[in-house]
């Protein structure tokens, strides 16, 4: 078997995407660290790499709604690990999402 050294290296097939999770803060805004049991894990995440896209019934090609750099919203459970050295990645389909998060343009 392969050992996988980057995440470069994968590219999604068909409708799928690659997500890594956002990692929650560990300190607060006046500077107190938090447990690590304290911190639940972030159901939003970063699009990594997307895939062509499935073909439809009609035989033409889907594309899937996201782009890599996107930021989704994917649900709490579901996708397929991928695990990269010491970094956690997931395959989610691209219908899975639950949303698209756009910037907001105040911030």
């Known amino acids: 078997m392969a050992t996988l050294r980057s995440i470069k290296s994968l590219m999604p097939l068909f409708d799928r995407v690659l997500i890594q999770r956002i990692k929650a803060e560990t300190k607060t805004a006046s500077g107190i660290l938090l447990p690590e049991s304290s911190v639940k894990e972030l159901n939003e995440a970063r699009v990594l790499a997307v895939g062509p896209g499935k073909l439809g019934k009609d035989g033409t090609r889907v594309v899937p709604g996201v782009?890599?750099?996107?930021?989704?919203?994917?649900?709490?459970?579901?996708?397929?690990?991928?695990?990269?050295?010491?970094?956690?990645?997931?395959?989610?389909?691209?219908?899975?999402?639950?949303?698209?998060?756009?910037?907001?343009?105040?911030?």
């Open 67 to 107: 782009a890599a750099g996107d930021k989704v919203l994917v649900p709490q459970y579901g996708g397929t690990a991928v695990k990269v050295g010491e970094e956690e990645y997931s395959l989610f389909r691209d219908e899975e999402y639950v949303l698209l998060v756009y910037p907001c343009p105040l911030d």
